[in-house]
């Protein structure tokens, strides 16, 4: 465990310094390239805060979408085995397969696009 600041807390006052300060020093030409740089400290900062729990809850979801049996993978592989999942119920609605569950697919869906959203650009799903 490392002293504070936290790697959290320091993306969250570089973003804030980029977008508050930075930006206002730039040429206006290069100031998209800041809030760029700012917007992906903060991403980087949500995603560390959150952990592997958005990838364990999309691990359940993909798994229980393909009807396999929930198990948790190893600690550090959460990221990896959603991703797996999501290949293969990608792979599974575009064969058709799972034509006949179309409504629970869309709801579940739904559900991963909203959590995907609340690290990438909070509050964005209630607009």
Known sequence: MQDRPTA????????????GEVREWVPRERRFQVLVAANLCAV?????????EPSLQ??????????EPESKPPPGEA???????AGKLARRIRAGDLDDRLPELAAGLTDHVRRK??????????D
Do not use: C
């Open 44 to 52: 980087l900062a949500r995603e560390l805060r959150a952990g592997e």
């Open 8 to 19: 959290t807390e320091l993306l969250d006052a570089l973003a804030e310094f980029l977008h």
């Open 117 to 126: 959203l609340e690290i990438a650009r909070p509050g964005y799903a209630e």
């Open 58 to 67: 999309d691990l359940a979801l993909f798994r229980s979408l393909l009807g």
């Open 79 to 85: 990221e990896s085995a959603a991703r797996d999942a």
